[in-house]
């Protein structure tokens, strides 16, 4: 499925062509086409299982598809190494947030920097803490990562993203366990991202998080996307509401 509703003119940063993965017997995506353009925001929604997380992984180089290609910029990027993926501009958090423990919170930000957007560590001080601050973690800089709490691992998950200064950033589940005003708080971020040039995917639950941020919505179930377009659009399908029950009770 590609980008017939994708920001007007954006040109495709991401591509999928193709891919194909099965574990066993259960397929998690059958020949799935999907363009992410440049300046865009798409989200990607499905039930537990569908693949979802999967495809982060395809992409971000630490899972190989079955068949098909990954394009990044226009290159083939399938055979590409994660740490070369991030070096090119292809940032990603986790749901499970596994902070470096024994590290500051700082620190865990110039990691991220250094390694994975390939700066010197010195420079990278400055960057990390306006990082720090647009996370809200500012005041906890020089704790250590293993004492924060789940939701300030959350956040310090997406700033370590952010600090390998990404073209296209994936995000995984950052906004499930946040509060009404924390999740605010996450969309104010994810749109000022967006505007320094940031291409985005979400992977979310809290849906309506995601739909307040997001120009596109994807549906994936049983290896493939059954729906595509405006989120509101998308959610009122009546094959989507069967599929994915309470999602529009979440909206």
């Given at each position: 499925m590609g980008g017939q509703n994708s920001v007007a003119?954006?040109?495709?940063?991401?591509?999928?062509?193709?891919?194909?993965?099965r574990f066993g017997a259960i397929v998690i995506a059958e020949a799935i086409d999907l363009e992410l353009g440049e300046g865009e925001a798409l989200?990607?929604?499905?039930?537990n299982g569908a693949g979802k997380t999967t495809l982060f992984g395809i992409i971000s180089g630490t899972l190989s598809p079955d068949s098909g290609r990954v394009l990044y910029a226009g290159a083939d990027i399938t055979?590409?190494?994660?740490?070369?993926?991030?070096?090119?501009?292809?940032?990603?958090s986790f749901q499970i947030p596994l902070p470096f423990g024994g590290m500051s919170v700082f620190e865990n930000l110039v990691v991220a920097s250094a390694f994975g957007g390939g700066r010197h560590e010195r420079d990278a001080?400055?960057?990390?803490?306006?990082?720090?601050?647009?996370?809200?973690?500012?005041?906890?800089?020089?704790?250590?990562?293993?004492?924060?709490?789940?939701?300030?691992?959350k956040?310090?998950?997406?700033?370590?993203?952010?600090?390998?200064?990404?073209?296209v950033l994936l995000l995984d589940e950052v906004a499930g366990g946040l509060t009404e005003r924390e999740c605010q708080a996450l969309i104010e971020l994810i749109r000022?991202?967006?505007k320094s040039g940031v291409s985005i995917i979400w992977i979310e639950h809290v849906v309506h998080a995601l739909i307040a941020s997001i120009d596109r919505l994807v549906v994936l179930h049983n290896g493939g996307f059954i729906a595509e377009g405006d989120p509101a659009t998308v959610l009122r399908s009546p094959q989507v509401a069967e599929i994915y029950l309470g999602i529009e009770a979440d909206a």
């Open positions: 003119n954006a040109v495709p940063i991401l591509a999928l062509d193709k891919i194909s993965k989200g990607i929604i499905g039930p055979a590409m190494p994660p740490a070369r993926r991030c070096a090119m501009g292809i940032g990603r001080y400055q960057s990390c803490m306006d990082i720090l601050e647009r996370c809200a973690l500012a005041d906890k800089a020089n704790r250590q990562a293993s004492s924060l709490t789940l939701l300030d691992r956040r310090l998950e997406l700033a370590r993203a952010l600090a390998t200064d990404p073209a000022d991202v967006r």
